[in-house]
């Protein structure tokens, strides 16, 4: 793959886990300012299900893609296990942990998550990368 889709996957990536830290956050001041929002379909679970849908694959394949090439174990073991994080949290994480405690853990999770692809993408950029 070349260097344009490998720093957009990794931005893709980031942006993602971003918007789901996003949700975490701002969803229960969200939901306190605006009440009608109670009336939509979607349920907290199915944007959980939904998101790692999307987080685990674009994160696998840019990470995949970057260790190959820079071959940085860090990478590899903080998008490992926030990615296997965020898949517990987001299946088990309500009987787990509680609601507080299931929120608290995905935005830990997105964060592992972000620092990984985060350092991922700063070593693609720099001389040690050889694409």
Avoid at 35 to 59: A, E, K, R
Avoid at 100 to 114: N, P, Q
Avoid at 115 to 127: E, G, I, P, V
């Amino acid at each position: 793959m070349n260097k344009p889709a490998q720093i957009l996957l990794d931005r893709l990536a980031i942006s993602v886990s971003a918007l789901c830290a996003l949700h975490c956050i701002a969803g229960p001041l969200l939901l306190i300012l605006f009440p009608t929002m109670l009336s939509l379909p979607v349920s907290d679970h199915f944007y959980h299900i939904l998101m790692v849908w999307v987080i685990i694959p674009t994160s696998s394949i840019a990470v995949f893609l970057g260790c190959t090439r820079h071959k940085d174990p860090t990478v590899l073991v903080l998008a490992f296990s926030g990615m296997i994080a965020l898949g517990v949290t987001a299946i088990y994480g309500h009987d787990l942990f509680g609601e507080t405690g299931e929120k608290l853990m995905t935005l830990a999770s997105t964060i592992i998550l972000v620092c990984a692809r985060w350092r991922n993408y700063s070593l693609c950029q720099t001389n040690s990368c050889e694409h």
